[in-house]
């Protein structure tokens, strides 16, 4: 007959007076079976959950505005929300609308456009510009290259680049560029580099001139093949 007693999770628990049988010891042997079988199936669903949620953190994220899980690929702008930011404006996330003080921003513009020389009339065998603009930082790059000599401007005046595709914002402040391969120039002793300033314009300045400072290029160094490449980081309002 069956045990008087049975464990926590149903095994037979005999006493003196119980009389076991085979029966009683197949049945036991039918639930070690079931319980390891349990256990070792609640085993594996923990390990695959864990899989799916690694998954889920490599491929999603979860939205803020409803708890779903959201590729990261179409994120939304309340998806995202970027706080106690370095920059004073704005900032964007590839693939993503992100929103920043309130602002939604868009993915990064790339474009081109051209550029030329503030005065005076000359021909260019290359007057090109590329960009791209990620909220209001643009980075651009100018190739302008002279053939032929300038005619109109005023020798002393200091020489600019207009056309950049973005004014330039941020007060009287300054944005100092990299000099690529500029070259051709004359009675100048230092590197041209690309300074921006207000508006759509850059100007060009020689430092290391052979005395202290900066010093502005003019119209008199030029020659009919001077060559500008410059590359430029600055900030706009729009």
Known sequence: MSSTNKTGLGFNQWILADKPTMEDFNADNVLVEQLLEERCS???????????????????????????????????????????????AKTSVEGALVKLSGEKLNKSQIGTFQVKLEKGTATYSTSTGTYCKTGNMV??????????????????????????PFPAYGGNARFIGTSGY????????????????LGTKIECVVDNSG?????????????ATSQFDFTVIYFTAQ
């Open 182 to 197: 500029t070259k051709n120039f004359t009675n100048v002793t230092g590197q041209v580099r690309p300074r921006i300033a």
């Open 139 to 164: 980075v651009a790059h100018v190739a302008l290259v002279l053939s032929s000599a300038v005619a109109g401007a005023p020798a002393a005046d200091r020489v600019d680049l207009v056309g950049l």
């Open 42 to 88: 609640k085993e594996e669903t923990d390990r695959r959950f864990m899989e799916v949620e690694q998954l889920l953190g490599e491929r999603y994220t979860k939205s803020e505005a409803d708890g779903k899980f959201v590729a990261r690929e179409t994120l939304t702008a309340n998806d995202i929300m970027v706080s106690s930011p370095v920059f004073p």
């Open 211 to 223: 005395t202290s400072g900066i010093h502005t290029l003019t119209y008199a160094n030029l020659t």
